[in-house]
């Protein structure tokens, strides 16, 4: 669980993140939603280490960033994995190599071990055995998302953060994507955080949702009471979306 306390972060004096309070559960996909620079990067980025807020608290399973010593703040990266957006596979390794990455980083396994562990979750992922010794550049975009799942998971962490997770991928592909990242937080109990445009993710996988406008926690809930909320913002966001629109007028027409 990670939680929140009124956290704010200005850049050149302007306030970026006005004092955001909130709870992300286990174990369940958490949603960060909103328009374009409402902030949601950077409140990612504060949750993932890489930005201090300039004041609030951020507690990982009870305990507060602030209180770490250098050794935890490196043992809570370890336990952080990562899928950013377009996947940032690196190019020059094979999909294997992409995967044992950050088990050569921050274990001292031998390279059997290892091994074991990469081919573990590259079927964990359902990616064939045949496209294990391959290059991101020869493999097809779900696939690299598979990956890079594969990769920020390897290190069985209690955390992870996803940013636009199904950017560039077809919707169905993107709908098998979302349910992968669903199943593996349920079955590993991590915490999930999750960035993201995609209104088919709020549908499939919105099991709290974390609304952001100009900076501030807006509104929050979860996939099945984002469509009942008067909260106009939201709605305005919501149905700037074809599909929800859709949804919308088959709600209003009993359907
Ligand atoms: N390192 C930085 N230095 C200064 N300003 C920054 C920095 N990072 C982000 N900002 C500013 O913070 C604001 C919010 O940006 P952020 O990237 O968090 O928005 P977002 O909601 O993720 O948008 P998008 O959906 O377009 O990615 C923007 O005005 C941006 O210019």
Redesign the pocket.
Known sequence: MIEVQDIRKS??GEE?LKGISTVFPKGQTNLII?Q????????LKCLLGLFRPDTGKILYDGEPYSSFSDEEQRELRRQMGMVFQGGALFDSMTVEENVMFPLRMFTKQSRPTMMKRVKEVLDRVNLAEGQHKKYPVEISGGMQKRVAIARAIVNRPKYLFCDEPNSGLDPQTATVIDNLILEITREYDITTVI?T?DMNSVLEIGEKIVF?QNGRLEWEGDKKVIFKTENEAVTEFVYSSDLFRKVRKAQLQGL
């Open positions: 850049f050149d970026i909103g374009s620079g409402a902030g949601k990067t950077v409140f960035n445009h952001l």
